[in-house]
Nanobody, 122 residues
Framework: QVQLVESGGGLVQAGGSLRLSCAAS????????MGWYRQAPGTQRELVAT???????NYADSVQGRFTISRDYAKNTVYLQMDSLKPEDTAVYYC????????????????WGQGTQVTVSS
């Protein structure tokens, strides 16, 4: 019914930038909050940034001031602009949609994308 597809990952040198995109598709009427999470090898998935339906943003301390989350509501797409990247930012980045309302009136909670790899070399 709903699919989230991330793109924009890749290999970048420390200090560089990347922009991730996540497009939601399906019979979507509206999406509440969306966000980005990441998981490095041997670690648990952690929050990177979220953007609530009302526009409030929340960032992990480790990325505050370097990453910016934004959203195109018309395109059901969320972005993550990552600047001043560090080797410790290396991880698989996942997109999340908190709550999706379908045209049928049903809701889908906690949708995840397949992830996109970000590798920052020193």
């Amino acid at each position: 019914q709903v699919q989230l597809v991330e793109s924009g990952g890749g290999l970048v040198q420390a200090g560089g930038s990347l922009r991730l995109s996540c497009a939601a598709s399906g019979s979507i009427s509206s999406i509440n909050g969306m966000g980005w999470y990441r998981q490095a090898p041997g670690t648990q998935r952690e929050l990177v940034a979220t953007l609530a339906g009302g526009g409030r943003t929340n960032y992990a301390d480790s990325v505050q001031g370097r990453f910016t989350i934004s959203r195109d509501y018309a395109k059901n797409t969320v972005y993550l602009q990552m600047d001043s990247l560090k080797p410790e930012d290396t991880a698989v980045y996942y997109c999340n949609a908190e709550r999706i309302r379908l045209y049928s009136g049903d809701y889908v909670f906690g949708s995840w994308g397949q992830g996109t790899q970000v590798t920052v070399s020193s």
